[in-house]
């Protein structure tokens, strides 16, 4: 793999991601996509993936992509009718823009996880392990804690531990998001999802199973976004030579 194209460029993960590619051997930031269009790391910036030239997008290998749901319809339209291999860490992203994901992983390969670290991706298992050992007779509440930039709310990566354990649980629990509207008693098969902003915290991520006079916590600390730049360029390495699919860190793991 050689040629990278970049969207949010100009973002916190951006500036970690072409750091990461910098010190990456063989590999090259050929392009950027952000809205804010200034050309900060000597690679042209461009305000939408339709507007790079053909010399350029002849030479990509792989997208990676850190900004906003609002960039992935056409980001996806621009890698399928390119072929161009695509890993997608953005975050909030809703049921339609996950099945435009689906779709375009029909045509190429196509990376999507909400966190990019070999440690939460552990988290999950740990998670997914300790819930089948505890099965009810725990309550399981999720806190995560993110920086007070952060726009989505809760992180995708704590959806993505909910939906871990859930779907070791058969899917039989639902999601508990906001108690303050009620006044009840918290049921057997919730999970609580709560999230915590503040200062400058990169991603803590707490999975707690509470019982009769115990609790288990299997927990998680991100200490700077480098952990995750690392992990999207060894996503798009990995990719650019798979066939179209739908792709996650499991996969890589294996
Ligand atoms: N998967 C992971 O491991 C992981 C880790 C960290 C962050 N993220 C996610 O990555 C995303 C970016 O995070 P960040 O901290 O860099 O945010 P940021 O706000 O610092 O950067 C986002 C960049 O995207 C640009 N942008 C916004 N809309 C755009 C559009 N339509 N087209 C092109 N560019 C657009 C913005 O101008 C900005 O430069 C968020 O969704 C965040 O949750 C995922």
Do not use: W
Not at 111 to 129: D, R, Y
Not at 172 to 182: F, G, I, L, V
């Amino acid at each position: 793999m050689a040629g990278i194209i970049l969207t949010g460029c100009n973002g916190k993960m951006g500036r970690a991601v072409t750091n990461g590619v910098a010190e990456t051997d063989g590999c090259e930031i050929i392009a950027g996509i952000d809205v804010f269009t200034e050309e900060r790391y000597g690679y042209p910036v461009f305000s939408s993936p339709a507007l790079i030239s053909k010399e350029i997008t002849d030479k990509a290998d792989a997208i990676i992509d850190f900004s906003n749901p609002s960039a992935l319809a056409g980001l996806l339209e621009y890698a399928v009718k390119n072929s161009i291999p695509a890993v997608i860490c953005t975050t909030g992203l809703n049921d339609s823009q996950i099945n435009l994901i689906k779709t375009a992983s029909e045509k190429i390969p196509v990376f999507f996880s909400a966190n990019m670290s070999i440690g939460v991706n552990l988290v999950c298992e740990l998670a997914k392990k300790a819930a089948a050992v505890l099965g009810d007779a725990y309550d399981i509440e999720i806190i995560e804690i993110h920086h007070n930039q952060k726009i989505d709310a809760p992180s995708g990566t704590a959806l993505m531990i909910a939906d871990a354990i859930n779907d070791e649980l058969e899917n039989s629990y639902k999601y508990e998001y906001n108690r303050q509207s009620k006044r009840e008693k918290r049921t057997k098969k919730e999970i609580g999802i709560h999230a915590v902003r503040g200062g400058t915290i990169t991603g803590e991520h707490q999975v707690m199973f509470a019982g009769h006079d115990e609790i288990i916590t299997i927990s998680h600390s991100a200490r700077s976004k480098e952990l995750f730049a690392t992990g999207a360029i060894n996503a798009a390495k990995f990719i650019c030579s798979k066939p179209a699919g739908l792709y996650n860190m499991s996969d890589m793991l294996k």
